[in-house]
């Protein structure tokens, strides 16, 4: 990935919006969900979960689950007899299945597998778990105090400064410059603290799965997951097997928005299985998902920006403090990374925090850690340029990072697009449409990285000239008909002639999780190099059959023709023609490629909301949204079109009204929709995506990932505009009526 | 040689330097040779890095060539969702 991949060139296929090939399986229900598989003799398994938010476990009785009947396997931390190797997937498996301790409301401490789900639920009332309640935290600054309960002894890392509690894990400070010296330059500070709740991400289908392991010693597993390699490698390291020996196979996924990048039922079902000898089934319902699923982190954050009169930032300071739950996880850093990343800076300086609480562990959730961050920073720019009166979008301009800028987070930048997204938004009708009563327009910009990754690809040419491609990625964001299209085009046949599926682990190697905004990106990377080697090898045998060199047929919409008058007279061979005598030329087709692909570009976005806000009761309505994004190269503009739409709700939902509540004894208040609410199609106007395509200069179409930072800016654009209607700076989210009221009446 | 800026708080492990420098033609050299010649940033080296080399982000690519022109930064190991 060292030099640049991107050639221009006019596109046949990619840029069209044809039929997406799963649209006709699941809206008829036959697409096959987590939960929708079952084998013979399938066994139901329920996890017994902790009520309390900290407790040492004393003691576990399952003799009396054991003996009911229709029981078949009970199991216990003291089952999982393998210690994993690296600390991460020690901590998920500590996550799945508790050990000397319940680190939340929710934890799993034990696990049975039954008949039928009644006995099941029976013999978890039969399980009699002795618990030693402790004092909790679910507070981020709470946790940071050194007299804060502690969750782990000696897990905090040598980045942390003596003093704190050990619940801190990490400190990662990032920025150049100096930013004393910067502020005494400024004309204008604002410095402001900002707290979010934690989300989550919200997903329809609940997690799912089926696990069989036999006597001896393979298994299979179907789940819902967004990486089924990585739950393969995971839960081959918690049971002690060889990965080899277990294979995954990938159900449809109804969302995952990173919520589903690792692993909670899986290695328990695979032990209960173990343990009965059967199959077992295992689906989480909506309650378990909420409080002992992902849910992103919440935090407390504070802002300083110095500017001189002219709306030039002098300094930036941000110190980005993130609970991540019970175990470690890195949303802070990213948090500090990401906050200041679409600003040229002198002097800057952001420190992320990682804390541990009694919470479920934190999950990431599209871009982690940069909407928060995103939230915090651009409430100030927003402050600054109402200070300054001066248009916010002129006021990014003016600060704007572009090619050259020294990033944030430390390298050079390439060439980027933010600038091109700010000034996308100043010329679209939506800046300068008047506003109503008690309305009030917010912008804001967000910036994520965007990752590539191990990926393999193979791609057969079938005897009917029909070509199927298979890749390893769980299609969640349009995969298979973006690896659909980029293979039609670059052999030059047409779409319906391609079928794209997701292969089980032992089908194809190493795959990467589909997170990061990465498979456009690298899957198609590799998706074209596959197709471009079986070209070569259809060339080849053009050759032969012609008694020419190989070097003498090229390949032009779809069939081997001879490179030129020198190489002999022929009419082209078609893919249809080259296939249909493959045993008579030297066997199969295919083409395949496996790769790294790393160097993926770094993406930026522009939002603009209109919000009216009720003055009386302190309800906000989004009356208008546009998102500015660029996509490289847009494959399937619905899919990407989607993608920045439902970036958008989601940091809708976050902006306005989910949270995660806690009692005071620690426990979830609000595990189900009805009390945690998320934002319905009534509840939101047409979100009007608008496609930039920058060529990303990594991918052979000039593709970037857009999955992810779509929900950066959409937090501080919604806040943004709240504030200006509500003549109220709002600094915690989210601005539910109650809160939003309150801050009306106090101000 | 390669200049390597740390970010700040690792900065704090290696004497307080924001750029050091090390001996290496790829990652895999460069990797090596800041655990050898810094053994305060061998926790995080372990914990997992990435690299971003003239402004593209690396985690694992051993091979990747890096020259004495190079901008190489070192940054917390990324992940998405």
């Known amino acids: 990935m060292a030099k640049d991949e991107f050639t221009p060139r006019t596109f046949k296929v990619v840029g069209t919006r044809p039929p997406r090939p799963d649209g006709l399986d699941k809206v008829t229900g036959r697409a096959r969900y987590g939960a929708d598989m079952s084998a013979p003799g399938m066994l139901i398994g329920l996890c017994l979960r902790s009520p309390h938010a900290h407790a040492r476990i004393k003691s576990i009785d399952t003799s009396a689950a054991e003996a009911m009947k229709g029981v078949k396997a009970v199991v216990t931390r003291a089952d999982f007899t393998t210690t994993p190797e690296d600390q991460g997937t020690r901590d998920i498996l500590d996550n799945v299945m508790a050990g000397e301790k319940a680190l939340y409301d929710g934890h799993t401490v034990a696990a049975v597998a039954a008949t039928s789900r009644s006995v099941a639920r029976a013999a978890l009332k039969a399980i009699k778990v002795e618990y030693e309640v402790l004092p909790h935290v679910v507070d981020v600054d709470e946790a940071m105090k050194p007299d804060a309960p502690v969750l782990h002894e000696g897990r905090q890392q040598e980045s942390v400064p003596k003093g704190y509690s050990q619940n801190v894990l990490a400190r990662s400070q990032y920025g150049h410059g100096d930013i004393e010296a910067g502020f005494k330059k400024a004309d204008i500070i604002v410095e402001r603290s900002f707290t979010t709740a934690a989300t989550h991400q919200g997903y329809i289908e609940p997690h799912a799965c089926l696990a069989t392991m036999g006597n001896d010693g393979q298994g299979d597993l179907w789940c819902c997951t967004q990486g089924h390699y990585m739950v393969r490698n995971t839960c081959s390291a918690i049971l002690g097997m060889d990965a080899g020996r277990l294979k995954v196979t990938a159900s449809e996924i109804g969302g995952g928005f990173g919520g589903k990048t690792t692993v909670f039922l899986e290695p328990v079902a695979l032990m209960l299985s173990k343990k009965a000898g059967k199959p077992v089934k295992m689906t989480m319902s909506r309650d378990e998902v909420l409080r002992a699923s992902g849910p992103t982190a919440s935090t407390s954050i504070d802002i300083k920006i110095g500017m001189t009169k002219e709306g030039k930032i002098t300094a930036a300071q941000g110190e980005f403090r993130y609970q991540s739950g019970a175990f470690y996880a890195m949303n802070g850093a990213l948090g500090a990374m990401c906050g200041f990343a679409p600003y040229d800076l002198e002097n800057l300086q952001s420190v992320g925090w990682e804390v541990v609480t009694n919470r479920p562990k934190a999950a990431a959730y599209r871009a982690p850690g940069a909407p928060m961050a995103a939230f915090a920073v651009e409430s100030v720019m927003d402050e600054l340029a109402k200070e300054l009166d001066m248009d916010p979008i002129e006021l990014r301009l003016k600060n704007a990072a572009e090619e050259g800028t020294k990033s944030a987070y430390g390298p050079t930048y390439p060439a980027i697009g933010l600038k091109a997204t700010l000034e996308a938004a100043k010329a679209h009708p939506h800046w300068s449409a008047p506003l109503g009563k008690n309305q009030g327009r917010g912008l804001a910009c967000g910036f994520w990285f965007n990752f590539g990754g191990d990926t393999c690809v193979s791609l057969m040419i079938n005897p009917d000239g029909t070509v199927s491609l298979s890749e390893g990625n769980p299609d969640i964001g349009g995969s298979r008909a973006a690896m659909t299209m980029m293979a039609a085009e670059e052999l030059g046949i047409p779409y319906e002639h391609v079928r794209t599926v997701i292969a089980d682990t032992a089908t194809l190697g190493q795959n990467e999780v589909t997170d990061g905004s990465r498979v456009t990106f690298a899957v198609g990377l590799a998706t074209i190099k596959a197709a471009r080697h079986a070209i070569e090898i259809m060339k080849t045998r053009a050759a032969a059959t012609w008694g020419i060199e190989p070097d003498a047929v090229e390949w032009v919409d779809g069939a081997a023709q001879p490179a030129g008058p020198n190489a002999g007279k022929f009419p082209p061979m078609t893919l249809k023609e080259i296939a249909a005598i493959a045993s008579n030329t030297g066997g199969p087709i295919a083409g395949h490629h496996e790769v790294n692909a790393e160097g993926a570009g770094v993406s930026f976005g522009t939002h603009i909301a209109d919000t009216e806000v009720d003055p009386e009761t302190g309800a906000v309505k989004v009356v208008r949204y546009t998102v500015f994004q660029d996509a490289g190269k847009a494959v399937h503009p619905d899919y990407v079109e989607g993608q920045l739409q439902g970036g958008a709700v989601q940091g809708i939902g976050w902006a306005l009204n989910e949270e995660y509540i806690y009692g005071k004894d620690g426990t979830l208040q609000n595990a189900g929709y009805l009390d945690y609410r998320i934002p319905v199609a009534s509840d939101l106007p047409m979100i009007e995506p608008v496609i930039l395509e920058i060529p990303n200069p990594g991918h052979p179409y000039g593709v970037r990932g857009v999955g992810e930072t779509g929900i950066v800016p959409p937090l501080a654009t919604l806040a943004n505009a709240v504030s200006r209607a509500a003549g109220v700076r709002m600094t915690s989210l989210p601005m539910s009526p109650p809160k939003l009221l309150a801050a009306i009446k106090a101000s | ?81």
């Open chain 2, 1 to 81: 040689m390669v200049t390597v800026t740390l970010w700040g708080s690792l900065a704090d492990l290696a004497g307080g330097q924001r750029n050091i420098e090390v001996e290496a033609k790829n990652l895999r050299e460069l990797l090596t040779a800041l655990d050898k010649d810094y053994p305060a940033l061998r926790p995080q080296l372990e914990r997992g890095v990435s690299v971003s080399i003239d402004g593209k982000i690396y985690n694992d690519s051993w091979f990747q060539p890096i020259t004495e022109s190079s901008e190489v930064v070192l940054l917390n190991r990324l992940e998405g969702g």
